[in-house]
């Protein structure tokens, strides 16, 4: 590690023990993240820490949300999570068609934090190291008005950049029709621009060359120029983490 990001690691603790909080429990990769989300100011991610610190712990109390918490959404089998990347990251894949606006938003919210904490621990080799990111797509093949859901999508990104920073390797949009042009360049202005630089449109044949090459055949589903089977978010087991 660099001089300079130890110091700002040093720093950093000092200022979140100032704010009333620990990083005992917490590694140098997981206090990165937030630094390098706050483009190194200790201070600014310190406070950024804490913020998460304390919503983890009266969002998500038992420090997971089981299925039976989701189980309505779950039933949709809209999400899948596909193994690793041909870099290591998680692949999890929402087909958008299969989705329809959530009436009760903190159930959604739930959901999102089920989705995305399952992803990452996917990647785990027995232990979590804290600096485990994702690989996102959304597929937006075949949707109409009705799956339209541009504050679920908006909720989606703010949970990730507020809660699970540098989390996020790389988004990729396929399929995009004509009318969700205008709904996505609402749900761009509430990205921050780290985030908006991980997200990849893909629309012609050398985008979707890369997007191939990128992710790894071996990983991708049949459906999207790869060799593996769709699997449905509910019916990955994770193996038990090691103490």
Known sequence: MEKNQEIALTEMRKSVQKLGTSTEKYGDPTLMRFLIARSMDPDKAAKMFVQWHKWRASFV???FISDSEVSDALEDRKIFLQGLSKDGYPLMIVKASKHFPSKDHLQFKKFVVHLLDK?????FRGREIGNEKLIGILDLQQISYK?????GLITGFQ???????????????LNMPWFFVSVWRMVSRFLEKATAEKIVIVSNEDETKNFIKEVGEETLPEEYGGRAKLVPLQDVVLA???D
Do not use: G, W
Not at 119 to 123: D, K, L, Q, R, V
Not at 159 to 173: H, M, N, T
């Open 61 to 63: 109390p038992n420090a």
């Open 119 to 123: 992803t990452i621990a996917s990647s």
């Open 147 to 151: 799956n339209v859901d541009a504050r």
């Open 159 to 173: 949970f990730l950049q507020s809660y699970y920073p540098e989390r996020l390797a790389k988004c990729f949009i």
């Open 240 to 242: 038990p983490m090691e």
